[in-house]
């Protein structure tokens, strides 16, 4: 018996806020997508998402887990895509988005001078980036790569080991020094066990006698 080789599609969808919220799962990390290129279960999807009227677009990878050839209007027709688990913190911030809750970019928590080396997870790959300053809401930071953009959603990673944790972090703003090189603020959102785990790293730096501004 012959198998299929599996495909990759992209696209790009803007959902009201309401029909993203219907359609994320995040007990299952699972998205519905209503228009999706014609494909087959196990197929990989790569797909640009935003809310109408808002500005951030998230970019989600995964794989096709089921397909509606048919439906009605609460049920339309379409793909549900199960998540990469690299993809998941940028789901939960559109979420986040999609319900309309605020955000504060720049925070005026005390701001700790370190330069601590962080992995970042940002358009389905990995970049090392060393902290200017961080604090309790996010940090500044050099990134020696093809930046992302304002309002994108990145994950850090504060912590290795097989059990390492991942804050979730909105781009906030952009910097490129004279030099060429950039810089970039991160703002934190969300809760769980990476926000806990940055706020124990911000407390260590602060603990270190590291400058404070």
């Given amino acids: 018996m012959m198998h299929r080789a599996h495909r990759r599609y992209s696209l790009a969808l803007l959902l009201d806020g309401n029909a993203y919220l219907a359609s994320w799962r995040p007990e299952k990390g699972t998205l519905f997508l209503p228009a999706a290129p014609p494909g087959a279960i196990g197929d990989e999807v790569a797909v ?3 809310i109408a009227g808002q500005t951030p677009r998230v970019n989600l990878f995964g794989t096709i887990g089921l397909i509606r050839v048919s ?3 609460s049920m339309p027709p379409g793909v549900e895509v199960v998540l990469d688990p690299a993809s998941l913190p940028a789901a939960r911030f559109l979420a986040i988005a999609a319900r309309g809750e605020s955000f504060s970019f720049r925070d005026r928590l005390p701001r700790w001078a370190v330069a601590r080396r962080l992995s970042a997870l940002w358009n389905g790959l990995r970049h090392e980036a060393t902290t200017l300053n961080v604090s309790e809401g ?3 930071l050099h990134w020696n790569a093809a930046a992302p953009p304002i309002h994108e959603a990145i994950a850090v990673r504060v912590s ?5 944790a991942s804050a979730q972090a909105v781009v906030c703003w952009r910097d490129v020094e004279a030099n060429g090189e950039q810089r970039l603020g991160l703002s934190l959102v969300g809760e769980g066990r990476g926000l806990r785990a940055w ?3 911000v407390a260590s730096v602060a603990s270190s006698g590291a400058r404070s501004g």
């Fill in 48 to 50: 640009r998402v935003g």
């Fill in 199 to 201: 706020r124990e790293l």
């Fill in 71 to 73: 439906g009605r209007p």
């Fill in 138 to 140: 996010g940090c500044a």
């Fill in 160 to 164: 290795d080991g097989l059990f390492g």
